[in-house]
């Protein structure tokens, strides 16, 4: 070897021969051979999330919230990892709030009415409140923050069904004849010349090919039908049956599924929607372990807010708690039944807004007959019956057994069945439902659970109303002394999870602040 070349190669074989892959890799290191971290410009960007939501700086105050719904749970949340002292005081047994989720073994309990036990199989369970939720809702932010598992709700299924003036057909054959009768409608209008002092010739005929495509027109731009509207019998090796041909435009008006073909159209309900995994009281669970169980006392009823120069003094029976701040965050007609010192004009605004009653009942079946015979997996049959929905499980495809939503009512309608017995309840849902399913609908029944939320003692009612976002709600949205207002009543997402928890951001976002600048 005398004379030749030593390469890098040739010395890093040595090197690690006698003093091992260590030595080797240092040496490697030393040389510029060996992989290094990334430098900060070369690491992946990773843009901010506009969901996260975190409070500048350290606070040290203790702060009582009145109600582990998800408005005071979120604001637990927040203000916990900021350092605060939350204690939490629910006078119901259970955290969540409108957030439940019914499963076998449950008791629901009602204002002036029998208790219902829950008899739902393993692994069935029923979304008694809210029970989906908008992509661009922060409450999906939460869930990836809190890992809440989620999934598609189908919330729009041509499948399903619009049953409208005792007519029964396909969501997707009401859009299709609606559709294609105003396409044809705007198509005349465009040929005959009603449109030339707004469009150009250019305009005209773009606007015909749109209306062409929109409405499936014929070649006299003349609404005839189309297989968009469905088959008796779907094509396979043969060309299927197509349905009849639609009903005259007098009839296709006559049937009013203006508001069924168009309920989704909203920014609150387009698709897609998500659920989470398991039921909806998964956030729930997961923001009590957030926040601590051992925070949150349950079955206490607050009997009196009292606003003290140096704090806030919460009394309920057999006891009472002093903090330097509160967080009201209960529906605002049990909140102003409160004996407080928070002044008339709270008492006045908190009045303002009315409560709507709203009602659910989930019924359990031992098949799964929407999948197996109407082919509808997940999405929602729009009425005008008092049932009003019928939501059809986006989960548990294919399962033995499943659960539907027999009726989704709010106000006069949730009253209607708000006032019978659940077992009435279910009686009336069926007889509607049979309706539309006809009389498999009442076959092979498992179980039912019914909600009524007017009748739920520390809510009554399932949101509210403001006759206007006027001054009150203005208002509210201030501390009244030490005492902040909390909820998705204080916001324009009124009845969404979402409302609460911006609510709560807002909320501890204002109390920090002033802690802050406190001497």
Known sequence: MEGAALTRRGLLVGIGAAGGAGAMYAAMGALGLAPSEPSEQEKEFVPPRTGDFTLRGKGTAKV?????????????????????????????????????????GDRLTELNGPAQDVRFGEGVYFNAGPGRIAPWMVTLDYCRELGVPIETFINTNAAAYVHVNDRTVRARTARADMYGYVAELLAKATNVGALDKTLTKDDR????????????????????????????????????????????????????????????????????????????????????????????????????????ADGVEITWDGGALKADYCIAALPPHILAKIPHNLGAEVTAALTTPTPIAAG??????????????????????????????????????????????????????????????????????????????????RQNLLSSASIAWERQEHIQGGWVRWPAFDSSFTFLQRPAGRVYFAGDWLTHLIAWQAGAMESARGVVTRLHQRVLQSP
């Open 64 to 104: 009582v919230i009145l109600g582990a719904g998800v408005a005071g749970l979120t604001a637990a949340y927040e203000l916990g990892k900021a350092g605060y002292d939350c204690t939490l005081l629910e006078a119901r047994q259970k955290a969540g709030g409108r957030n439940l989720t019914l499963r076998g």
């Open 205 to 308: 005929e773009r606007l015909l090919e749109f209306l062409r495509r929109f409405g499936d027109l014929g070649p006299k731009h003349a609404y005839e039908g189309s297989d968009r509207r469905g088959f008796t019998k779907y094509p396979a090796i043969d060309i299927g049956t197509p349905l009849d041909a639609p009903a005259s435009l007098h009839r296709v008006l006559a049937a009013g599924t203006g508001r069924a073909i168009t309920n989704d159209f909203g920014y609150e309900q387009a698709t897609p929607m998500f659920q989470p995994v398991g039921g909806m009281d998964v956030i729930v669970a997961k923001l009590t372990e957030a926040v601590g169980k051992e925070r949150i006392r349950t079955g206490v009823k607050v009997t009196k807010i009292t606003n003290l």
């Open 360 to 441: 659910k009942i989930g019924l359990e079946y031992g098949r799964r007959w929407w999948e197996l015979e109407d082919r509808i997996y997940g999405g929602v049959t729009e009425t005008d019956l008092d049932i009003t929905h019928i939501w059809y499980p986006s989960h548990g495809y294919h399962s033995e057994r499943g659960l539907l939503v027999g009726y989704y009512a709010t106000e006069g309608d949730a009253e209607l069945y708000g006032a019978l017995t659940p077992q009435d309840r279910r009686h009336r849902a069926l007889t509607q439902g049979k309706k539309i399913h006809g009389e498999k609908y």
